[in-house]
């Protein structure tokens, strides 16, 4: 289920500026230079050129004979024929800059967004649809491109015309200007009432669509379980369910947009009548001239233009903004593992682990780990084992920092671990989980991930240790196959070798195996442990395991357990394999269990 901290509707305009204007700055000289030259290719286009046509059917109407007239008209077409070669000019450098700024600032958006969702923890992921990720991502980058353009050639241009028209109407009456400001002043009400008023319909078809990209990145991802268990029917009505709520978001927010077109298109028209009304009356009178009356129709028509476009691109802007207002809610929210302000300089160095009453929940009022403590030498082999729900896998959490416990202390070589990096941290762990994932690269590239400056002879020797080069050499391409999304195109065990190779190729102080043999078949795990005892020497390592023949060899195996026999300190009992069987404690239990059932 989608993890959601602010809500969307509390990110306003100003917090989504913000992070566009981080990026904006890098680039800000061409970004502002399309703004100037736009602007000035406007002016010349839709305000000047009306002007000189004015002049032209002035000259003509007002001259008896054509031959004093030429010399002017000749004038008036070289004008003319400038400001068009001007404009076509000053247009194509601002598609340029245009260009330049929008390609690079998209470019470091999308940086932007990987890097700042990856800051945060792990249980941040696992608690969110990555398929929603993705389409937040990909709208908070595509916003910015759609609300530059709304701003470059809608807001910016109109503004210049409409500023543009209302001075040179008003210097030629003033009964014109105030007409024009007054029916202006109308439009933009209402305008801005439909704007408000549309706004949480566009947020609704936003959060709508993401849940829908959700849907289809989650089913695909289980597709092999849709098919198994023959659930097509059942999963195809709960999408059926979510694309209805899409349907109904998106005709609300469109039906009130197509009646804020019809009132738009109602006042245009209103405006339209009444000023060239307003027009002719003052011709009749000898207020304005001929040619006053065309450039009126001139100005009516390029207003019309704009302005019935800017109704729709407001609407497009607040789209935009709800768009942007998804991702820009989890940049808003605070990041739940952070690194020091001032880091110490990572001391890892012989892998001393020690956990110094520590407590930690992912329900702080449920803790799975209370007041425990918990040591491993340098160099010493631990195995961890117990039910589930004991904190097996919560340990090797804490200790690479994918959370923080609410109270203790987690050292490392007696440095906490707080006090540094995360990737110092991490770069001193080799860490193998239950159930790898692999990069949709060749299988080289995901074995060296560890160490990419490795050599071709390092990573054969690891996948050998792995036993994995057995299986590689069998592919066509060899190390250069590709593994597909996830390493689907391997087998569990596959995807386990290939794994263990790449924390064998690290070679890290400390070695951390999460059921790291669990995907094996019996034969493939002896292999693996005899590789596994070479990677061991000399560094310290953390096992856990269920099946308990993974940790019969280690030098210390820990139980964890939920009894009162354990107390606060989650341990039941500690020992090597042979003391805790004389013991005849939980260990014991465990084993004979399972040696019963293999027995069977």
Not at 262 to 270: S, W
Not at 284 to 313: C, K, P, S
Not at 439 to 467: C, D, T, V
Request: proline residues 2%; charged residues 20%; glycine residues 8%.
């Amino acid at each position: 289920m989608e993890k959601s901290g602010k809500s969307v509707k509390s990110v306003g305009f100003k917090i989504i500026f913000k992070y566009y204007w981080m990026q904006i700055q890098k680039y800000k000289w061409s970004f502002y230079g399309v703004f100037i030259v736009y602007g000035i290719a406007t002016v010349l286009v839709q305000i000047f050129t009306p002007l000189v046509y004015r002049n032209i059917i002035d000259a003509v109407s007002q001259t008896v004979t054509r031959s004093p007239a030429e010399e002017a008209l000749l004038s008036l077409l070289f004008i003319l024929a400038s400001l068009t070669v001007l404009y076509n000019i000053f247009y194509r450098v601002g598609e340029y800059l245009a260009s330049y700024s929008r390609a690079n600032i998209t470019k470091a958006l999308t940086d932007f967004s990987l890097q700042h969702l990856e800051r945060h923890s792990y249980g941040f992921f696992a608690n969110t649809f990555t398929g929603g990720l993705v389409a937040k991502t990909g709208r908070f980058v595509r916003a910015f491109e759609r609300m530059v353009g709304i701003l470059a050639y809608d807001f910016w241009s109109s503004t210049i015309v409409l500023l543009g028209v209302f001075i040179v109407l008003f210097r030629t009456n003033a009964g014109l200007g105030l007409y024009f400001f007054l029916w202006l002043l109308v439009y933009f009400l209402i305008t801005v009432i439909f704007v408000k008023k549309k706004n949480p319909y566009n947020l609704a078809e936003a959060e709508a669509d993401s849940k829908v990209t959700a849907r289809v990145a989650d089913f695909f991802t289980n597709i092999l379980n849709v098919k198994m268990f023959a659930s097509k029917g059942q999963e195809f009505s709960s999408f059926q369910a979510v694309t209805q709520e899409r349907f109904t978001a998106q005709i609300r927010s469109w039906n009130l947009g197509n009646f804020q077109n019809a009132i738009q298109a109602l006042l245009i028209g209103v405006f339209e009548i009444g000023g060239m009304y307003l027009a002719i009356k003052l011709w009749l009178v000898g207020e304005i001239t001929g040619g006053t009356v065309v450039l009126i129709q001139l100005y009516t028509n390029a207003i019309f233009a704009h302005l019935w476009n800017l109704g729709r691109t407001v609407q497009d802007f607040a789209h935009c903004l709800s768009d942007a207002a998804e991702m820009v809610e989890i940049f808003e929210q605070p990041v739940e593992v952070l690194d020091p302000a001032s880091p110490e300089a990572c001391r890892i160095r012989k892998g001393v682990v020690n956990f110094q009453s520590v407590t930690f929940g992912y329900d702080p009022a449920n803790p799975v780990l209370k007041d425990f403590s918990f040591a491993v030498r340098a160099g010493e082999r631990v195995g961890l084992v117990g039910s589930s729900g004991a904190g097996k896998t919560t340990i090797t959490k804490l200790l690479l920092r994918f959370a923080d416990p609410q109270s203790g202390v987690i050292g490392i070589d007696g440095q906490n671990i707080m006090h540094i990096t995360q990737d110092d941290l991490r770069r001193n762990i080799a860490y193998v989980p239950q159930d790898p994932v692999l990069f949709h690269r060749s299988l080289r590239e995901n074995i060296a991930y560890g160490k990419p400056e490795a050599s071709e002879e390092e990573i054969i020797s690891a996948a050998k240790k792995a036993h994995a080069h057995e299986f590689i050499s069998g592919f066509p391409q060899g190390y250069d196959t590709l593994v597909g999304e996830r390493g689907v195109k391997l087998s569990g065990g596959e995807r386990q070798r290939v794994a263990i190779a790449r924390a064998i190729l690290k070679n890290a102080p400390i070695l951390v195996l999460d059921e790291a043999t669990s995907s094996l078949d019996t034969i493939s795990e002896r292999y693996i442990q005899e590789g596994l005892e070479e990677l061991m020497k000399e560094k310290t390592v953390i096992v856990i395991a269920h099946r308990l023949s993974t940790v019969r060899k280690m030098d210390r195996i820990v139980v964890l357990g939920l009894s009162a026999q354990a107390g606060e300190s989650g341990i039941e009992e500690e020992g090597t394999h042979d003391e805790l069987l004389e013991k005849g404690g939980t260990y014991a239990a465990f084993w004979n269990h399972q040696t019963d059932g293999l027995l069977a």
